[in-house]
């Protein structure tokens, strides 16, 4: 009688059981992760029906710090970049929304919006006669009397250079010094120097 080899093609239990032990404590980690990421347009974004004058007002209304407008077209790469890892995140979501109504429009876009001043215009006109958008993202904060206040112009780096630019706005610190300053200053805290 012919006795066959022990079979060394299948797992051993301990290595089952470690397998399964790393797969349980990575899945929440996973699952927190996918959580943290938000649609932007639902969760960032506020849905306007183009009339500036009245969101403004409801600025005013609900104690908001400033409104941001977040000029980007289709084609940016950048803008991509800065919805698909920045403003999807919670924590940007949360605080932004706490200081701020959000909104982006369209540098290419026909649609007819009601400005600040309650003129009847275009996104595309909007954003490239009245605001002088060349490139994107644009990062535009008004006040709550609808004038420009600080602006950034490209990407963030980082979530946490994101939040930093709330900051500088709603601290009121564009009332001193430019963005770069203020960035440069927080880079240098979070590094201890």
């Known amino acids: 009688m012919r006795t066959r ?12 059981i470690s397998l399964l032990l790393t797969l349980a404590l990575v899945a929440p980690l996973a699952g927190q992760a996918v959580a943290d990421e938000r649609d932007p347009y639902e969760h960032f974004f506020r849905t306007t029906f183009g009339d500036f004058q009245e969101e403004l007002e409801l ?9 941001l407008i977040f000029f980007e077209m289709d084609a940016c790469p950048f803008c991509h970049r800065m919805k698909d890892n920045i403003l999807n995140q919670r924590q940007v979501q949360e605080y932004f929304n706490a200081h701020f109504a959000s909104f982006s429009v369209d540098v290419e876009g026909a649609i007819e919006i009601t400005d600040f001043e309650g003129n009847t215009t275009t996104e595309q006109a909007w954003a490239f006669e009245e605001h002088g958008v060349r490139a994107t993202p644009v990062f535009q904060f008004f ?15 980082s979530v946490e250079e994101f939040i930093w630019l709330g900051e ?26």
């Open 5 to 16: 080899p022990p079979r060394t093609d299948r797992p051993s239990l301990p290595l089952i």
């Open 59 to 67: 600025a005013r209304d609900e104690g908001k710090k400033a409104i």
């Open 143 to 157: 006040n709550l009397d609808g004038e420009p206040i600080a602006r950034l112009t490209g990407p963030t780096s």
């Open 168 to 193: 500088y706005v709603e601290g009121g610190h564009y009332e001193d010094l430019p963005f770069s300053s203020y960035r440069r200053e927080r880079q240098q805290e979070a590094r201890g120097g």
